[in-house]
């Protein structure tokens, strides 16, 4: 049924997975006749009531949730100013039977809830709504994957590709794999002729995404060669898409990466020098209860053999305090690591626990006022590393590939070297979002770096 003028628009919290989930959900909309209001200025737009808002929500840590929820709560206001609004909840959080039962109780004003594995269903779902319907459907993950949906792009010039969905691992703190289901992995050939399709409508770097992208090609059948595809080949395969400038990907798991695929970045000159490795904490007896598979040596011994073969390589990562346990001294290990490792940049997250996971259920979780004094702690020396590792680049000349004005300062243009550093330099008409120039770094912070083109 085709629908005329309607206005839509989709909002997606979390993480690089949701925003793609987004624009899937944008191009489902759209091709159900919605104006869907482009992604990039989606935020509250108070003088437009839409006719339907889609929430994509995120559960890994509870302010994410509470945060979901606050943004749905306050729909309830606009819904009184157009009852004929539809609101939608999919992704992660509704994914916990638990927070469903919330929504479908305390929450009456939202009229449609489904989850992260029948988002191709939205179209069928939605029928159903506009004829009265409240619907609330959530599935398990299927075994079969769902390919050629329509998108709307949040941009031209680069693009998130899925290549696996899911996770196996278990880490003791983490709702991915209740909520996402297990580790699944798209076809190569349905990959490469993605990336071939947003290359011809203009895209110039693609990043590679899955919870656990070396784990990559689990399970699927031998290629007609013989051979079993892994994150490895599948490199070495997008390398050879011509048009293409630059390959990212994340997030990639310490324990599964191989001499092979450090052999594969290295060798392929489109993949970018950066690697997003989750360290997560600097103490062994914290990894082991976190179920993450590697100690510290193994991690930083990792490091050495991606450094000597890729020395221009920069390395970013995960880091948590206050898991259940974590003693001062534990926590002192993770300063460590943080100067060790001479990270790039990290993220840095105050353990939350998430219902259902082992480590929510372990006895000994850490005071928040001692939580509160480690991240701070552990900000500043993560800072005072990636301001000291960024000082380096001053003098030196970096590539860069042009995203566009920046939004803080429409006289500088904003955009990325190869190791995934943000560079402002001087506006010049002309510039397109994708086109790659290069820039003389003459001033370099813990976040950014300026300087001018060369
Ligand atoms: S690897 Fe661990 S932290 Fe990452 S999604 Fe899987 S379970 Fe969660």
């Not at 590697?294 to 073969?309: A, F, P």
């Amino acid at each position: 049924m085709q629908r005329t003028c309607k206005k839509a628009r989709v909002v997606a919290f979390g993480c690089q997975m949701n925003e793609r989930d987004a624009e899937t959900i944008a191009g489902l909309l759209a091709a159900c006749g919605y104006e869907v209001t482009p992604l990039e200025s989606q935020e509250g737009d108070e003088r437009t009531v839409p006719d339907l808002v889609v929430f994509i929500t995120c559960c890994v840590r509870e302010n994410a949730e509470n945060r979901a929820l606050g943004n749905v709560a306050e729909m309830k206001r606009l819904k009184e100013r157009n009852p004929g609004m539809i609101i939608g909840i999919a992704g992660c959080m509704v994914q916990q039977e638990g927070i469903r039962e919330h929504i479908v109780k305390r929450m009456p004003w939202v009229d449609l809830v489904f989850g992260t594995h029948n988002i191709h269903n939205l179209p069928a779902l939605l029928s159903r709504v506009e004829m009265g319907e409240r619907v609330i459907e959530v599935l398990e993950a299927p075994d079969e994957m769902v390919e050629d949906l329509p998108a709307i792009r949040a941009y031209r010039h680069k693009a998130f590709v899925n290549i696996t969905f899911g996770c196996d691992n278990y880490c003791t703190y983490c709702i991915v794999p209740y909520v996402r289901g297990r580790e699944r992995s798209r076809a190569v050939d349905d990959i490469l002729s993605e990336i071939r399709q947003l290359v011809a409508d203009g895209c110039r770097e693609v990043t590679l995404l899955g919870q656990n992208v070396n784990a990559y090609g689990k399970g699927l059948p031998p290629l007609p060669d013989g051979t079993q595809p892994n994150f490895a080949t599948l490199l070495r395969a997008v390398n050879e898409i011509d048009g293409l400038h630059r390959i990212r990907f994340t997030t990639s798991h310490p324990r599964d990466f191989t001499s092979e695929m450090i052999e594969a970045i290295a060798g392929s000159q489109r993949v970018c020098r950066h690697l997003h490795l989750p360290l997560q904490a600097g103490s062994d007896r914290v990894l082991a209860r976190m179920g993450r598979g590697y100690t510290l040596h193994r991690y930083l011994e990792l490091l050495r053999e991606v450094r000597e073969s890729m020395p221009d390589v920069a390395i970013t990562t995960d880091l948590m305090v206050g898991f259940p346990g974590e003693t001062e001294e534990d926590f002192q290990c993770t300063l460590k690591a943080v100067e060790a490792a001479r990270f790039d940049a990290a993220f840095t997250f105050v353990y939350s626990p998430r219902r259902g996971t082992r480590a929510a259920d372990m006895p000994d979780q850490v005071d928040e006022d001692v939580k509160g004094d480690r991240i701070r702690r552990l900000i500043e020396v993560v800072n005072n590393v990636a301001g000291s590792v960024n000082q380096e680049l001053v003098g030196t000349v970096q590539e860069v590939m042009v995203d566009g004005l920046s939004e803080r300062d429409p006289s500088m243009m904003a955009g990325k070297t190869r190791q995934n550093k943000t560079v402002h330099w001087p506006a010049r008409p002309g510039l397109e979002p994708g086109q790659l120039v290069n820039v003389m770094i003459q001033q370099a912070g813990a976040f950014t770096l300026r300087g001018v083109e060369s």
